[in-house]
Nanobody, 124 residues
Framework: QAQLVESGGGLVQAGGSLRLSCAASGRTFSHYAMGWFRQAPGKEREFVAVINYIGSSSSYSDSVKGRFTISRDNAQNILYLQMNSLQPGDTAVYYC?????????????????WGRGTQVTVSS
């Protein structure tokens, strides 16, 4: 059974950094595109960053471009999100997701597998 488990969230001051990890199991995730999405209270889930199956192509939302970096280690089945220069507006639950095709897309509706999320809180 496919499983995605996020870790690495927490409380950080504005300007700080966090690295999120997503451990994948139960499928050959090295064949899957993956991504990070987030949801703040009262808001819809939104795209943060996505990456194709071999990590050669990635996309970022305008709000995180230049501050966040998505990467993956297919040998270890782990997806990462390095978050630098964090801002209070980045506060949200961050979700890892995967879709069983090689090309990454930005719509969360097109991802089949989801983790339970990890909370990121940025204080001002």
């Amino acid at each position: 059974q496919a499983q995605l488990v996020e870790s690495g969230g927490g409380l950080v001051q504005a300007g700080g950094s966090l690295r999120l990890s997503c451990a994948a199991s139960g499928r050959t995730f090295s064949h899957y595109a993956m991504g990070w999405f987030r949801q703040a209270p009262g808001k819809e889930r939104e795209f943060v960053a996505v990456i194709n199956y071999i990590g050669s192509s990635s996309s970022y939302s305008d709000s995180v471009k230049g501050r966040f970096t998505i990467s993956r280690d297919n040998a270890q089945n782990i997806l990462y999100l390095q978050m630098n220069s964090l801002q209070p507006g980045d506060t949200a639950v961050y979700y890892c997701a995967a879709r069983p095709v090689t090309t990454a897309v930005t719509s969360p509706a097109l991802y089949n597998y989801w983790g339970r999320g990890t909370q990121v809180t940025v204080s001002s």
